[in-house]
């Protein structure tokens, strides 16, 4: 039999596409590891009810953002969202507009560790997880979003509701690659009162902090409030819940929010700030001053604005002398 050899420049390129070939699948998957602990293998994992909505041509998206925001109880369409994320002139969405567009629709849009366990981990706590994948190759790509909605480890199964399939299902291992691919991105979209099952304490606080730049105080509130029933003694938690109720009005609430940080951390300036500005609106200047001093004393980067506090409540007592 002839064997025909290709030409020299042909032939390199063969061995360079089958030599990535081999580099990729050489590098160990997070899937073989998992398999290795005892405790992986459970039952199968399956939300039926997260909805679906078949993806456009390139258009995957604003699908895969409205599959998650309409389970977290957000009524939208895909071409709803299309505005806000798609954009024509990349054939697709770009991440920093799905988190944005998941922030306008009152939801915590909240990026998961890039680990294959926290994704099953949060599957397994009832929320659809949406990814990026590569379809393509690392140096042919083909983005795509897709929502993963289930797994079954015992027959190697990942589920998603992906392009015009309601239950797309595929390997693990394929699954994975397409997703490693897209640097393991992936996030969940939940209403302010319920927490990721992986969420961090950290990391979330600053998810929620995005809704307060667009002033949703009372997702933020609920989101802040939340957090502390898992991290009961976070300071930022209880700073953040004290400053969404003082944008709402609850001169009160605040109070006792900034009074509790105060308590259980003498030394953070910005609380005895916060605490003399609402004792302040509240009339109750002397307890104001007393707090206000206690800022300036402990000083800080922020000084001169405790500088300014102080001053503001010096002079309503003049006034109040006066009159």
């Keep these: 039999m002839l064997t025909i050899q290709p030409p020299g420049a042909l032939r390199a390129a063969c061995w ?70 798609y954009l024509p002139e990349r054939q697709g969405s770009l991440q920093v507009e799905l988190l944005a567009a998941t922030r306008r629709a009152g939801r915590i849009p909240y990026l998961i560790q890039p680990r294959l366990e926290t994704l099953l981990a949060e599957v397994r706590a009832g929320n659809p997880v949406l990814v990026l994948q590569n379809l393509g190759l690392s140096w042919y790509t083909k983005w795509h979003y897709a929502v993963v909605v289930g797994f079954d480890l015992s027959q190697d199964l990942v589920i998603l509701r992906s392009g015009r399939e309601r239950r797309h299902v595929v390997p693990f291992k394929l699954f994975e690659r397409t997703w490693r691919r897209g640097d393991y991105w992936a996030m969940v979209a939940l209403p302010s009162d319920r927490l990721p099952a992986s969420a961090e304490e950290i990391p979330y606080l600053r998810a929620v902090a995005g809704l307060e730049r667009l002033q949703r105080w009372q997702e933020v509130k609920t989101a802040y409030a939340s957090a502390l029933v898992r991290w009961p003694d976070s300071a930022a938690a209880r700073m953040g819940l004290g400053n969404s109720l003082y944008a709402i009005k609850d001169l009160s609430g605040a109070e006792q929010a900034y009074r509790q940080v105060t308590l259980a951390n003498p030394a953070l300036a910005p609380a005895f700030n916060n605490l003399a500005q609402v004792l302040a ?43």
């Excluded at 009810?49 to 895909?78: H, I, K, R």
């Excluded at 922020?302 to 503001?312: G, K, V």
């Design 16 to 85: 360079l596409i089958a030599a990535l070939l081999v580099t990729g699948c050489g590098v160990p998957l997070q899937i073989d590891h998992l398999r290795k602990s005892p405790d992986v293998i459970g039952p199968p994992v399956e939300l039926t009810a997260v909805p679906f909505f078949p993806q456009e041509d390139f258009q995957c998206g604003p699908a895969a953002l409205a599959t998650v925001l309409n389970w977290s109880g957000v009524s939208v369409t895909p071409e709803a969202l299309a505005p806000q994320v």
């Design 281 to 323: 609106e509240q009339g109750r200047l002397q307890e104001a001053e007393q707090a206000a001093r206690r800022a300036v004393s402990l000083g800080g980067p922020l000084l001169a604005s405790y500088e300014e506090t102080l001053q503001h409540i010096l002079v309503l007592q003049s006034r109040e002398k006066q009159n």
